[in-house]
Nanobody, 121 residues
Framework: QVAVEESGGGLVQPGGSLRLSCRAF????????MGWYRQAPGNERELVAD???????NYADSVKGRFTISRESADNTIYLQMNSLKPEDTATYYC???????????????WGQGTQVTVSS
């Protein structure tokens, strides 16, 4: 089995910074992409940023230049450094990990429970 665990959310003022962490653990043969998604009330879940197994990154236009995703492959961990936060960044942030549990099985997406980020004065 695979579990994904996020941490680091909280309340921050506009212009402030937060760092989210996510770790995948359990029966893991290989991890392909990992990423961060967010969902605000009344909105669909959207991609914030993702990172491939070789370090290639992809960002939503709304966070480019403010957020940075990074990865520590040895620990199956990714981070999201969020700077210059805006009220519209308020959402529940979810971590996704694309995991292959054995060499014979196709990769499957596993999701964390989410961590709340609130940007407000």
């Amino acid at each position: 089995q695979v579990a994904v665990e996020e941490s680091g959310g909280g309340l921050v003022q506009p212009g402030g910074s937060l760092r989210l962490s996510c770790r995948a653990f359990g029966t893991i043969y290989n991890i392909y992409a990992m990423g961060w998604y967010r969902q605000a009330p009344g909105n669909e879940r959207e991609l914030v940023a993702d990172i491939s197994s070789v370090g290639g990154t992809n960002y939503a236009d709304s966070v480019k230049g403010r957020f940075t995703i990074s990865r520590e492959s040895a620990d199956n961990t990714i981070y999201l450094q969020m700077n210059s936060l805006k009220p519209e960044d308020t959402a529940t942030y979810y971590c996704m990990s694309d995991v292959q549990t054995t060499q014979w099985t196709p990769p499957t997406d596993y999701w964390g429970q989410g961590t709340q980020v609130t940007v407000s004065s």
